[in-house]
């Protein structure tokens, strides 16, 4: 099954609005990355988590470890934030590997 | 700011036919990875590596070997490509494996 399993899979947001977006864990995870895969392709790193918060500009995303979720903070979405964000996490059982979620497509209109 | 550069960017080939894909990164990294994402899967390692001359085994490995010749340069190689293996390819370097990874800017492969 699933072992880092993200919500929505596609969110349609107007400008100027807030969402979040989910990661869930089936195992507990030591460190989440988060991803923003834009048009061409690339990706863009969003976060580094261990447990915790962090924030930048209006994104802000957090890390438990005990409940075995993450989430990302779409604060006053604009155009430029639109595209799939994917979370990653190293998993206590899942050896050395960066295990991906399938990604969260973020359509952000006027 | 620390980069990893990837090419060809795309590549078309025939069933059959011999590829190689390049890394180079230039962070100062050990680490350094080879995923293929492709649609409904997220991204998936193939392989990995901490160092010259060492090579580890991911997640899908079937059909790649991977080579590291240097800290800086990691070669992902398809001897005999087939249609399955059509994807996007990306390499990522970090300092360590725990360590945050960051990501070229891939490169698209057809296998025809």
């Known amino acids: 099954g699933d072992k880092v399993k993200q919500s929505p899979s596609a969110l349609s947001l107007q400008e100027g609005t807030n969402s979040a977006l989910r990661c869930n864990f089936s195992i507990a995870a030591t460190t989440v990355q988060w991803f923003l895969q834009n048009p061409r392709g690339s990706l863009i790193n969003l976060f580094y988590?261990?447990?915790g918060t962090k924030e930048n500009g209006r994104l802000k995303s957090a890390f438990d470890s005990k409940e075995s979720y993450s989430t990302l903070h779409i604060r006053d979405a604009q155009l430029e934030d639109s595209g799939t964000y994917f979370c990653a996490a190293r998993l206590y059982q899942g050896g050395r590997a960066l295990i991906f979620g399938t990604g969260t497509t973020v359509s952000v209109s006027p | 700011e620390a980069a990893v550069t990837q090419s060809p960017r795309n590549k078309v080939t025939v069933t059959g036919g011999n590829v190689t894909l390049s890394c180079r990164q230039t962070?100062?990294?050990?680490?350094m990875y080879w995923y293929r994402q492709d649609t409904g899967h997220g991204l998936r390692l193939i392989h990995y590596?901490?160092?010259?001359?060492?090579?580890q085994i991911g997640d899908v490995p079937d059909g790649y070997k991977a080579t590291r010749t240097t800290q800086e340069d990691f070669f992902l190689l398809l001897e005999l490509a087939s249609p399955s293996q059509t994807s996007l390819y990306f390499c990522a370097s970090s300092w360590d494996n725990y360590a945050e990874q960051f990501f070229g800017p891939g490169t698209r492969l057809t296998v025809l």
């Open positions: 962070n100062s990294h050990n680490y």
């Open positions: 590596s901490y160092g010259a001359g060492n090579l």
């Open positions: 988590l261990v447990p």
